[in-house]
């Protein structure tokens, strides 16, 4: 049987994501997301996607309000698959210098802010905005070398130095984690619904892999 008949994907409505963009998407190369709207959902699926748009304390507020907090703790501690994307990346990290709120601190990585060049030569433009180019960090099946995404943020995901980074990207001198990887858990800070071709290639990619 088709993988993509059987397969259940999620996408966790919290509030704060691009949930018909990424619905579009993956519908669009053959997949059947459903909205998941009850916390009791959450591990009902074989993938889940946690988007993300907006302030880091509102998207922090909304999960532990929701009551999708504890479900979601729950798939991260069996190790069940989630893409977080964008500030849904972000929430899954300790903390964000936009917030005092705890992260979901599924990774050990901090999220932190653009800040001016070393050089001090210019600040630069926040934020981040347009396309770039993600370069993997070591082999893996998701990114290609010429590989580019759509990306929209002012915080990043600082883990470079840790065994999470997964793939990372240069804004204005400043190399970043554009994505991340623990296990079944897998954070990308671009949009993979706004990059097209490199988007859906993406998404495929990660399916074919769980």
């Keep these: 049987m088709d993988k993509k008949s059987i397969m259940k994907i999620g996408i966790v409505n919290y509030g704060c994501g691009n949930i018909a963009s990424i619905s ?24 889940i996607i946690l988007p993300g748009v907006g302030h880091f304390k509102n998207g922090m507020s909304n999960i532990n309000f929701s009551g999708m907090r504890n479900a979601l703790d729950k798939r991260a501690e069996l ?13 899954m990290t300790q903390s964000s210098e936009e917030s005092d709120e705890t992260g979901l601190c599924w990774f050990d990585s901090k999220t932190i ?27 893996n099946v998701f990114f290609e070398e010429e590989d580019r995404f759509y990306f929209v943020h002012s915080f990043y995901v600082d883990a470079l130095k840790s065994q999470e980074a997964l ?16 296990g079944n858990l897998v954070g990308v800070q671009f949009h993979p619904e706004k990059s097209h071709q490199f988007g859906m290639t993406f998404f495929r990619k990660y399916f074919n892999k769980i």
């Design 113 to 139: 802010k653009f800040t001016e060049l070393e050089n001090n030569k210019n600040k630069i433009l926040v934020p981040h905005m347009g396309w770039n180019y993600v370069k993997e960090v070591e082999e």
């Design 167 to 182: 793939a990372t990207t240069i804004y204005e001198e400043i190399n970043f984690s554009s994505a991340i990887k623990k």
């Design 24 to 47: 579009n998407i993956i519908k669009y190369i053959g997949y059947k997301p459903e909205i998941i709207n009850r916390s009791e959902d959450v591990l009902l699926f074989d993938s």
């Design 79 to 91: 190790d069940k698959p989630i893409l977080g994307i964008c500030l849904g990346m972000q929430l």
